[in-house]
């Protein structure tokens, strides 16, 4: 089945900053491809998505890239501000089974 | 609109008993899949319901199944309980059959096993 992998584990930038996080998937039948973002105590929701005919994707200061022949793809925050902390998963979806990396902590410092 | 919604928030059980987890779908949606979440790690997928059948697995045993009813919402079975089994529960509806969509999670439903 499908294995995403999610680097790094941990992330802490000043605010203002820019910060990556790039995740990797197995299954070339991977077509869709969402990044969540968890707070605590509360469940994942979807802060940006891509789809595989489309290579970059842009809302505000959030953009994901993606290369499918690498099979990877990217999440850049830019400006980011203390709200901006939480766990951040990536995933990589075929039909009916969503797949989630391990999460990456970010952590802005005012 | 009502978000997707799941009970009981927290709940104890010990090894060997049996627990039974609900989720009631957001409005509109028809599928409803069940994550678990273990401490520090991302969702891992067990199923997929749509239309009351099951439509997708995850690597997980038997002794983990689900239901889904009439009204869409759903219920997530686990026997013979685990020590491993501890884990924040989630569900997540969406509006479509196949799971290529945005997943609307719920803030889940932690299990602890004794």
């Known amino acids: 089945g499908e294995n995403v992998e999610q680097h790094p584990s941990t992330l802490s930038v000043q605010e203002g900053d820019s910060a990556v996080i790039k995740c990797t998937y197995s299954?070339?039948?991977?077509?869709?491809f969402p990044w969540y973002k968890q707070e605590l105590g509360k469940g994942p929701q979807l802060i940006i998505d891509?789809?595989?005919?489309?290579g970059e994707k842009k809302d505000q200061r959030i953009a994901v890239t993606l290369n499918k022949t690498a099979k990877h793809f990217s999440l850049h925050i830019t400006e980011t501000q203390p709200e901006d902390s939480a766990v951040y998963f990536c995933?990589?979806?075929?039909?009916?089974?969503?797949?989630f990396g391990a999460g990456t902590r970010l952590t802005v410092k005012p | 609109e009502t978000g997707v919604t799941q009970s009981p928030t927290h709940l104890i059980k010990t090894r060997g008993q049996q627990v039974t987890l609900r989720c009631s779908s957001q409005?509109?949606?028809?599928?409803v899949s069940w994550y678990q979440q273990a401490l520090g790690q991302g969702p891992q997928f067990i199923f997929q319901?749509?239309?009351?059948?099951?439509?997708g697995r995850g690597n997980f045993p038997p002794r983990f199944s689900g239901l889904q009813f009439p009204n869409y919402s759903s219920e997530l079975n686990v026997n013979a309980l685990e020590l491993d089994d501890s884990a924040l529960y989630l569900c997540?509806?969406?509006?479509?059959?196949?799971?290529?969509?945005?997943?609307?999670f719920g803030e889940g439903s932690r299990l602890t096993v004794l």
């Open positions: 997540a509806s969406s509006p479509t059959g196949q799971n290529t969509g945005e997943l609307f």
């Open positions: 299954d070339s039948a991977s077509n869709y």
């Open positions: 891509i789809r595989s005919n489309v």
């Open positions: 995933a990589a979806s075929i039909p009916n089974d969503m797949r």
């Open positions: 409005s509109g949606h028809n599928t």
């Open positions: 319901y749509y239309r009351e059948e099951e439509n």
